[in-house]
């Protein structure tokens, strides 16, 4: 069935550090792919998404690129904050279009 | 802000015990969907309701219900609750159009069951 692997955290950075958090997926067809951030004892925000093949998903200095070659979406930041300290979800939409799939989530710790 | 809200944010219940978790969509939007999120775990999708009929179902067992209204609030209701049905239970909403929709989380109900 499908499925969202991402890397294990957590992922401990300085504040300016490069930010990247790997996402692969395996899936039958084309689904949409999408970054969520759940704060601490909060629910889900849409981060970024990419619908199809190529697409460039970015918002508030992060980025993700759908690759289709390599079944992958990994997010990626130029220089975190501290206020990006967050749990990070790669997800994808099930074949009948009506489901989330979700990785486990990564857990990012940004210091100053 | 996604315009979602849950409630109760907190809930305690005991084995055995039903409970009723309660969700108001963003305005006009035709499509609810329920999550389960575990300790430490990705969301796992319960079902979906689409215009009131349930339109997609996961790997949960009958006791998980719902119902959607059409003022945009949903329930879902458990029945006969397990120790493992301990968890963060989410709600999504989304317009559904042309098979593509964004689902926009709400805060999320803690329940804990003992």
């Known amino acids: 069935g499908d499925s969202v692997t991402q890397m294990e955290g957590p992922v401990t950075l300085s504040e300016e550090a490069f930010l990247t958090i790997n996402c692969t997926y395996t899936?039958?067809?084309?689904?949409?792919l999408f970054w969520y951030v759940q704060y601490p004892g909060e629910g889900l925000q849409l981060l970024l998404k990419?619908?199809?093949?190529?697409d460039k998903g970015s918002n508030k200095g992060f980025e993700a690129t759908y690759r289709k070659e390599t079944t992958s979406f990994h997010l990626e930041k130029g220089s975190v904050q501290v206020s990006d300290s967050a749990v990070y979800f790669c997800?994808?939409?099930?074949?009948?279009?009506?489901?989330?799939?979700f990785g486990k989530g990564t857990t990012l710790s940004v210091s100053s | 802000e996604t315009g979602v809200t849950q409630s109760p944010t907190h809930l305690i219940k005991t084995r055995g015990q039903q409970v009723t978790l309660r969700c108001s969509s963003q305005?006009?939007?035709?499509?609810v969907s329920w999550y389960q999120q575990a300790l430490g775990q990705g969301p796992q999708f319960i079902f979906q309701?689409?215009?009131?009929?349930?339109?997609g179902r996961g790997n949960f067992p009958p006791r998980f219900s719902g119902l959607q209204f059409p003022n945009y609030s949903s329930e879902l209701n458990v029945n006969a609750l397990e120790l493992d049905d301990s968890a963060l239970y989410l709600c999504?909403?989304?317009?559904?159009?042309?098979?593509?929709?964004?689902?926009?989380f709400g805060p999320g109900t803690r329940l804990l069951v003992l």
């Open positions: 999504a909403s989304s317009l559904q159009v042309g098979g593509e929709e964004t689902q926009y």
């Open positions: 899936a039958t067809g084309y689904p949409s």
């Open positions: 990419a619908t199809k093949a190529d």
């Open positions: 997800a994808l939409t099930n074949q009948a279009g009506t489901a989330l799939i």
């Open positions: 305005s006009g939007h035709n499509t």
């Open positions: 309701y689409y215009r009131e009929e349930e339109n």
